[in-house]
Each structure stands twice: as C-alpha cells, then as structure tokens.
C-alpha cells in the first residue's frame, strides 16, 4: 500500500515538474526539504499527530514554508497533509527523486566490496557500468562488507551482480552437499 501511495503522489509531483518545466528546481528544492525535515523532527510528529487537526497542520505548514518554497511545492506538501499521507513523505519525496534520475538517465550504483578500492578501480567500474548500461550518467556509493572475503557485489535498482568469493563458496558447498558418494 505505501509503494502505491508513494507512486501515486510521487507521479503527480513529477508530472507537474515536467508541465511546469521545473525538474531541476523540483529537485533542488525537495533536496532541501529533506534536509529540513530530517533536522525537525518535531515537526514531522506534530504533523503525525492525530489530536492536532488537519486545518492546524495545513497553517503551521503555510507558517513554515511559505516564501521559503515554490508554490508548487507548498501546495502539494498542503495537499499530502490535507490527504493525512504526512506519513509517507519520505517515501513520496524518495520516489519523486528517483522518477528524475531515471528521467535524466542518471543510475544509482551500489558497489560492495571487502576492501576499500583504489580511485582508478572506482573509475573503471563506473565506466563499465556507463558501457554496459543505458545510463548516461551514474551515481556511484562505496560500502564496505569484509564478510565478502574478496570480489564484489555491484546493485543498481533491484538488479545485482554477486561475484563476491563469498558467494561463490556457497555455491561451492551446495554443489558438494549435492554430489552423492
């Protein structure tokens, strides 16, 4: 049920973004509310509350926002807490961001590996995964799991490539488990 809510008003915002021809702006500006957000978390309970009442909500919103963002977002945060999906914010706000990179071409790369990688192997992946995928551009995060033992494991959206030696020695001992004696 959120993945749909998150669907549904993330799609209105975006669309609006595209008939207004204000992506970038959008995009700028949501950034910076998430930031807000997440630095007040007062606010995000007051708006959670369910003894304080729609109206209320709607002017301590107007109070906080206004002048400070476009119209466009003000309205459809008022709209969001008018529709009581203050709650799924982050999910609508995440949604919104992701419809823009894939819009733009941008591909979120996670990269897992058990040991921190060199400036040029980073740089080669990206590459690679420039060449390899329908992205014009990537946004390449770096973690770290030693449980990987050497290899890596790369995620873009739901697709993974597992060539860590970790999974490769399970592979191994499940094709052991299977072989009879």
């Not at 978390?41 to 009442?53: A, C, Q, S, T, Y």
């Not at 008022?78 to 914010?89: A, E, F, P």
């Not at 060449?131 to 551009?137: G, I, K, R, V």
Request: proline letters at 1%; charged letters at 30%.
């Amino acid at each position: 049920m959120a993945k749909l809510i998150s669907k549904t008003y993330g799609d209105a915002l975006f669309e609006l973004a595209i008939e207004e021809d204000k992506i970038d702006a959008l995009l700028g500006e949501i950034e910076q509310l998430r930031h807000v957000l997440s630095e007040n978390e007062d606010f995000g309970r007051l708006m959670n509350h369910p003894k304080v009442i729609k109206e209320e909500k709607i002017q301590v919103a107007r109070n906080v926002f206004e002048g400070r963002m476009s119209d466009e977002l003000l309205g459809f945060l008022v709209i969001i807490i008018s529709k009581d999906r203050y709650r799924d914010i982050d999910a609508i706000l995440d949604y919104f961001i992701a419809e823009v990179k894939k819009y733009k071409g941008i591909g979120v790369a996670t990269v897992t590996t058990a040991v921190p990688l060199r400036e040029e192997q980073c740089r080669k992946i990206e590459q690679k995964l420039l060449d390899t995928t329908s992205y014009t551009t990537m946004e390449m995060n770096y973690t770290l799991d030693k449980s990987l033992i050497g290899g890596m494991v790369i995620r873009i959206g739901d697709r993974v490539v597992d060539s860590s030696i970790n999974t490769k020695l399970n592979e191994l001992q499940k094709e052991l488990l299977k072989v009879q004696i």
